[in-house]
């Protein structure tokens, strides 16, 4: 299974977890880029008026976020964005990005034992590694309520 379809299925077992039914009208796929996000962002808004975007990765977030301004939304007072990665980007960009981060350092080093492990001949005491992720709250998981 590959990121992006681990991410997903996540986010639909939280949405599950919270008592809300995935809609696959809100759902769209793209690469993991800035331009894309902003394609499928662009659409989603015009055609559904989403208030928020979760994203797969940092990058479309941010693309997303672009495009709801180019829509004239403000972000985050009427619409949210939430990434993935926690790029440096995401702390650059204004509003800053919320995202989840992934301890990269921590997943290279666990790679690198397990590769050398590898070389070593032994066996994987395990087929799948999990590390702990966090959420990073910044400018745009920020909503007024009114």
């Known amino acids: 299974m590959d990121s992006s ?5 996540a ?6 977890l919270a008592g ?8 769209v796929d793209c690469d993991f880029t800035y331009a894309h996000g902003f394609q499928a962002a662009s659409a989603l808004i015009a055609e559904h008026h989403p208030t928020a975007i979760a994203a ?14 180019a829509l004239g939304l403000s972000v985050p007072g009427e619409f949210s964005v939430l990434g993935f990665d926690d790029l440096p980007q995401a702390a650059q960009s ?10 990269l350092h921590d997943m ?4 690198a034992r397990a590769l050398l492990s590898l070389l ?13 992720t966090e959420l990073i ?10």
Request: charged share 20%; hydrophobic share 45%; with cysteine.
């Open 108 to 111: 290279g080093q666990t790679a």
């Open 20 to 27: 809300i039914a995935p809609d696959s009208r809100l759902v």
């Open 56 to 69: 797969g990765a940092d990058l479309i977030a941010l693309g997303a976020a672009a495009a709801a301004r």
């Open 120 to 132: 070593d001949g032994q066996r994987l005491l395990l087929d799948r590694m999990q590390l702990p």
């Open 5 to 9: 379809s681990i991410r997903f299925q």
């Open 11 to 16: 986010f639909s077992d939280a949405l599950n």
């Open 137 to 146: 709250v910044r400018g745009t998981g920020r909503r007024s309520v009114s």
């Open 94 to 103: 204004f509003p800053g990005l919320t995202t989840v981060c992934q301890p």
